[in-house]
């Protein structure tokens, strides 16, 4: 299989990945780069200097990077960003006077300033063609509208999550992974929308991280219910941790239920008939 050489950059702290071919140049991890996308000039940060894709997972056309970014054009994004700031006020008047239900979340110029693009949140389409030529009569150059949606919302704008730390989704997080209310349940979680939730109101992406190793034990450790031969003789499976294998049995004739750690007992158990 044909391998190529790619490096991955990323738009925006915490962005989606994209792979362009580095061509004869060498670049380094946090690297700032010239790339082309959609016909505009963007500054990206390198993220992955150095990978090998097969053809079949390369990107169509992938592009080459075209030089590590100058210290003029550094400064040029710099200047690029605190007048974004400025046109996302005029911006937020702008759309108060034309009663659009909608919510500006950030703009940003492409290096080159030959465009400006708006991201924006609502509930359903919005008709801003009037918006869209008082803001190019403001800002004298093309305007690009772009909505989201409430996850990514959140991953712009950051957060403290309900563990005390930054949003994964806006420190580390490149892509959003699927999460479904089955996680919870499978890490015996409460099922109170309050308690599951981030700040985007969508289940909270950490729901994923040890998914997979819950699953293993579910597989692996008896159920609720299931009735067990132990060292001590036979019961019903009362409680369970799964992350360290620890199950609760209540042993015939004993009213208190006895902890038995996985390796102990597994030898002895035999799955019997589900008592719900």
Known sequence: MEMVEVVGVRYKEAGH???FKPGNSTYEYNDKVIVESQKNLHIATVAIPKAELSLEEL????????RKATEEELE???KNKLDAKKALVIAKEK?????????LIKVEYTLDRSKLIFTFTADGRIDFRELVKDLASVFRTRIELQQIGVRDETKLIGGMGPCGRPLCCASFLGDFVPVSIKMAKNQGL????TKISGLCGRLMCCLQYENEEYELAKRTLPDFGTMVDTPDGRGKVVGLNLLNRLINVRLTGRENPVEYEWDELKNFIQVGEING
Do not use: F, G
């Not at 759309?95 to 919510?103: D, G, R, S, T, Y």
């Open 59 to 66: 990107p169509d056309q992938a592009s080459l990077i075209l």
């Open 76 to 78: 040029k994004n710099r």
């Open 95 to 103: 759309v108060a006077k034309h009663q659009l239900e909608m919510k």
């Open 17 to 19: 990945i994209y792979y």
């Open 190 to 193: 409460s099922l109170n929308p």
